[in-house]
């Protein structure tokens, strides 16, 4: 604790969050602070003689730890998102922000907007403090920092109904995101700019990454390398991240730590003269300040800051000569970034990175007993396994709670990739140095073009081998108990391997398994009729999996999934045929009849044995009068069995054995 000064502070921070979250008002965060001062006060005037004073030192950490937590709270409290009312939500049909946030995609753009002012039908204006929400248009020009005004309802953001849930909308209440709207281009009008860091950094990566795409490079490439170095994953194609995902290597594709520490090895690499001079401290500050600049065209990408923060700390610690100068930075950086963003706490990509570093400080050495004097090589490749199995070991269970997969192929695909990674990226900011200056070189640009292929290669090949990943979520009583016994074998290891810590972490560790099939969520079989206007589409569920279907348009079609058999029927069919299918004698445990826009109301009375089916439901291509007509015409037949997906939304179905 006392080599660690930071961990009080650090966990005091957390735990103040975590309850100022759930807690109204500034008044909760001064309870800890005042009683905290009181105690202090109280241990001062003890302290009055020497004797006691020494034996009072201990106590000094309870009133820190009070007074950070009560930081923690009012901090929490400060930065909270602003929510609103249903009526609200309602009432206002106009809003006027800041683009925070500018991403195109093949289906339209999407921006992230900090919202100043509301406005409702009347023009009644309403002042908005921290309400970021999410604006999906069909298309628009704008840029980061643009102050806009555009028609819209907000709406609350929910996972896509026509699936079941991802957790989407958890992850964006995560980053402080609670509703969303839409509005059509044409509608949106810019008002005025408004100048920052963040609106300058977003214009210089555009202006880079405009320079990647004008390049000799081919599209995968620069689609790899906008990403890699610039951190915008949106023009990389599903099939890309879904390989790199299962082979256990996406953090290739996101900025994080290992592209900062990666950067800074090339300026450090860049600099060693410096080191031949004896200017050692002089050499890591100009590197850091490099590296600053770096993360600043890069966008500032939260896992870049972190980690920017962390080597900011260690080379002041190192400059002040500390002892732990990795733990201890490690430990300050996490406070810093709570500190000025409190919502960080609950970001996945937050604690991923802190718990995969703190993982490797801990572990990585001290399993490591190859003498690195002697056997450099060797040290180095066990090094670059026992990181790899350390970051997984100890992440493993954030990554299966968040993301419901367990990568397998981790340490076969990081050993081939990684290595040759550093390389790559100074490689690609060489060429990019270039092409900033007007030249483009050909022959390194065919070296990019052939190093990306590569890497996509290894990703594909290794995971054709078998399953690369395991498609299972683990509950948070296991995610607890699993890193409660990585810390305190972790404690053991830096205590001089304590038998009864050891002991009780391993027994933490194993119970966590046990407890994994104990708690896992049972994923029922079944299927979602999706509300989906121009497609015909099912979602089909076996257990974890899930495929999407697409009927054909103007057809009688027919699937079974799981003993459940559904027609669709989207024109003037012949009723002797299909009353073949409907007639069938083959048992299903449920039937279910999809009545698209070719499909007459008139022909209802004709269909075959409509009471065999559990539900028709009616495709929001069918238009609203005749929806209506065919609505009517059902009920005076007796059927009360019709689900409208235009009115009711999708039509999903559990399948229970």
């Not at 995902?245 to 520490?261: C, F, I, K, P, R």
């Amino acid at each position: 604790m006392y080599d660690l000064p930071f961990l009080i502070p650090l966990a005091a921070l957390v735990t103040g969050i975590v309850t100022g979250s759930s807690l109204e008002g500034p008044a909760w965060g001064l309870i800890p602070v005042a009683a905290g001062l009181v105690y202090y006060l109280i241990l001062l005037r003890k302290s009055a003689i020497p004797a006691k004073a020494l034996k009072l030192n201990s106590r000094h950490a309870v009133w820190i730890f009070l007074l950070f937590a009560g930081i923690g709270m009012f901090d929490a409290w400060w930065h909270r998102p602003e929510t609103l009312s249903p009526i609200e939500l309602s009432r206002y049909v106009a809003a006027e922000g800041e683009v925070r946030e500018t991403i195109s995609r093949a289906n339209g753009d999407r921006l992230v907007v900090d919202i100043s002012h509301l406005s409702d039908s009347a023009g009644n204006l309403r002042g908005c403090d921290n309400l970021r929400i999410v604006l999906q248009t069909d298309g628009v020009t704008l840029d980061v920092g643009d102050i806009i005004l555009f028609p819209a309802r907000l709406q609350e953001v929910e996972d896509n109904p026509n699936f079941r849930p991802s957790g989407y909308a958890d992850r964006m209440k995560r980053q402080g995101i609670f509703y969303r709207a839409y509005s059509e281009g044409v509608k949106i009008s810019k008002i005025s700019h408004h100048t920052s860091l963040t609106s300058a950094s977003a214009e210089w990566r555009d202006r880079i990454a405009a320079t990647i795409e004008n390049s000799a490079l081919e599209r995968p490439t620069v689609n790899f390398l906008v990403a890699l170095l610039l951190g915008d994953r949106s023009l990389l194609s599903d099939d890309v991240r879904e390989t790199f995902s299962n082979a256990g290597v996406a953090h290739v594709l996101a900025l994080s730590g290992l592209h900062v520490a990666i950067v800074m090895g090339i300026i450090l690499f860049l600099l060693f003269p410096m080191k031949l001079l004896g200017m050692h401290r002089l050499r890591f500050w100009i590197a850091l300040i490099v590296l600053w600049g770096y993360a600043y065209l890069s966008g500032l990408a939260p896992s870049t800051v972190r980690a920017c923060v962390m080597t900011s700390f260690v080379i002041l610690a190192m400059s002040l000569q500390r002892r732990n100068a990795s733990g201890n930075a490690l430990l300050a950086s996490a406070f810093a970034i709570l500190l000025f963003d409190p919502a960080a706490l609950f970001d996945a990509g937050m604690q991923l990175s802190f718990i995969c570093v703190a993982g490797i400080l801990t572990f990585a050495g001290q399993l490591n007993n190859v003498n690195r004097h002697f056997h450099p090589w060797l040290h180095s490749i066990v090094s670059a396994i026992l990181v790899s199995l350390v970051a997984t070991g100890c992440s493993w269970v954030l990554v299966s709670y968040y993301f419901s997969k367990i990568p397998l192929l981790f340490l076969p695909v990081n050993l081939v990739l990684l290595p040759l990674l550093p390389p790559y990226v100074g490689t690609a900011l060489l060429y990019l140095a270039f092409l900033m200056a007007g030249i483009n070189l050909h022959p390194v640009a065919s070296v990019l073009d052939r190093g990306y292929s590569f890497f996509t290669v290894v990703a594909e090949r290794l995971s054709a081998f078998g399953e690369s990943a395991i498609s299972c979520q683990v509950q948070l009583p296991v995610v607890i108990l699993w890193l409660l016994g990585v810390l305190l074998i972790g404690f053991a290891m830096k205590r001089g391997k304590k038998k009864v810590a050891l002991s009780v972490g391993a027994v933490m560790l194993a119970g966590s398994l046990l407890m994994i099939p104990l708690l896992r969520n049972s994923v029922p079989d079944g299927f979602i009729i999706q509300k989906n206007s121009s497609d015909i589409s099912l979602a089909l569920y076996d257990h974890e999996s899930e495929n999407v279907a697409r009927l054909p348009r103007n057809a009688v079609s027919r699937i079974v999934h799981k003993g459940c058999e559904i027609i669709s029927i989207d024109c003037l069919a012949n009723l002797d045929s299909l009353s073949n299918i409907i007639m069938s004698k083959k048992r299903m445990k449920r039937r279910y009849m999809i009545l698209g826009s070719g499909f007459s109301p008139d022909s209802l009375s004709r269909l075959p044995a409509l009471d065999r089916f559990d539900r028709i439901v009616v495709h929001p291509s069918v238009r609203r009068k005749i929806e209506a007509d065919l609505m009517e015409k059902a009920s005076a037949y007796g059927l009360e069995k019709l689900h409208s997906l235009r009115e009711d939304g999708p039509f999903k179905v559990d399948i229970s054995d």
